[in-house]
């Protein structure tokens, strides 16, 4: 069963970069929408910068340090900080909220596949 699922998921490494660019943008244009409700310097506004910056960092630093479980800790703590974010809009700005969850379905589907690679490494 791990296999089946882990080969209905292989096609995310090969669409990742297209996918990461499109769910950048998505919150670039939440963040313009929080400054604008709100202010820029916003503890909101802040820790949306505080995810953008962790989603950009990933493929960034899980070149130098690629052990799949780097990848997998460090797509976690985006997930972790993306659903905080994702909470904390749905308190305090109506409806934007609803901008992150393509970004929190990708999390997930990009978790469990990290999971099933770290599996099969260890079962060869």
């Avoid at 089946?4 to 313009?32: D, N, R």
């Amino acid at each position: 069963m791990t296999e089946q699922l882990y080969q209905s998921l292989s096609w995310i490494p090969e669409y990742a970069t297209g996918v990461w660019v499109t769910l950048s943008a998505i919150l670039v244009f939440t963040l313009l929408r929080v400054g604008k409700r709100q202010q820029v310097g916003s503890a909101l506004f802040n820790l949306g910068i505080g995810v953008l910056a962790l989603i950009w960092l990933y493929p960034l630093i899980t070149p130098y340090f690629y052990p799949i479980e780097t990848g997998l800790i460090l797509t976690l703590i985006t997930f972790g900080f993306s659903i905080y974010y994702y909470s904390r809009l749905a308190r305090e700005v109506a409806k934007l909220h609803l901008l992150l969850v393509p970004q929190l379905i990708w999390l997930s589907l990009s978790t469990l596949y990290l999971l099933l690679v770290l599996i099969s490494k260890f079962k060869a």
